[in-house]
């Protein structure tokens, strides 16, 4: 088993204990720890990973954090354990102190579900006020498992690591301020492109005018971008399933013996709903069928596991959303990209069927 599948393991453990978990030190046990052995560290070995690793703070003896791991007889990775239910930006501070006094190279601060590892990058033998890496178990993401690879017993090798972590620690940075642009743009923001296609001076009216401009400019750019992506990316696996969709057309939509046409218009909006899904779940379990009144996405070609119902065939166009109870509520939409802003309610919806499942299987 590698790291990826060790980390999703960890993952829905994580998501399926950390209700029942109620103190830090079971948080340990029942995340943390797990996620030490999947970087290959035995924590039952007191030489390798040291609990409560004692640290003298100036006056302060005796101050210990909760794990130190070692390499060759010396401290490498001091780790600063928090309760899950713990906001960490709380706790910096304290695995900060402990490093200054240490000669480990990296610091890890987690409660089990988000982990931050910091280094000396901006001065030496000071820990940084931010880490170089990021993550949440939950939603890792693959580029960030090979960052983690590094941190493997198997791969450890302290200047590598620290040679990447600049480029990594920027990065972040980087990709946290174009996040809020993007959401909430700044008034240079804004000014910058507004200079560019504004033929006199941009006064602060202006700038008012351009910023709902702008936001609007970014929402419909990253629309057209994720649904061209989509379509990209789709295409492959169009051509080598053709001979599916065509049973999908006959057999889930029952188009055989119908007046029911699918438009490519619903096709694109059955793919828009893949997408979005497409992180909790396989593609392949997400189906429809279409009938004279609306066009069904399902779940697991399941009548009785609807995602929603789209409506794209009067003058106005509609896409049906469904609570716990399956009652169906029928919101407008003006153009497919509006799918999109439903995102949250489709993957609820669906992992409303998954927990049904879970609970069936325990039973």
Known sequence: MDLKD?????????????DQIQTEEATKNAFIMPFLQSLGYDVFNPLEVVPEYIT???TKKGEKIDYAIFKDGKPTILVECKDWRQNLNLHDGQLLRYFHVSKAKFGLLTNGIVYRFYSDLVEPNKMD???????????????QIEELKKFHKQNFDAE????????????IELKHLLQQELTNPSSDFVKHFAKQVYPSV??????????????????????????????????????????????????QTDLDNSKVETTEEELEGFLIVKTIL?????????????????????????????????????????????????????????????????????????????????????E
């Open 6 to 18: 060790h980390l999703k393991l960890i993952a829905e453990r994580v998501i399926k204990l950390k």
């Open 56 to 58: 003298d703070i100036g």
């Open 129 to 143: 006020e931010k880490p170089f890496m990021e993550f949440n178990i939950t939603e890792i993401k693959d580029n």
């Open 160 to 171: 590598s690591i620290v040679n990447n972590a600049s480029e990594l620690k920027y990065t």
């Open 202 to 251: 941009v006064t602060a009216k202006v700038l008012e005018q351009f910023t709902n401009l702008t936001k609007k400019s970014i929402q419909q750019y990253i629309s057209d971008l994720i649904t061209e992506r989509l379509k990209t990316a789709l295409t492959k696996e169009d051509e080598e399933s053709k001979e599916n969709i065509g049973n999908i057309d006959i057999e």
């Open 278 to 362: 497409r992180q909790q779940i396989t593609s392949t379990r997400v189906t429809f069928r279409d009938a004279q009144s609306y066009f069904a996405i399902l779940l697991d070609d399941n009548n009785r596991k609807s995602i929603c119902r789209l409506y794209l065939n009067g003058n106005k166009k509609f896409i049906g959303v469904f609570d716990e109870q399956k009652k169906e509520t029928k919101i407008e939409i003006t153009n497919l990209d509006d799918i999109f802003k439903h995102s949250e309610t489709l993957n609820k919806t669906v992992e409303g069927y998954e927990k049904g499942k879970e609970t069936k299987t325990a």
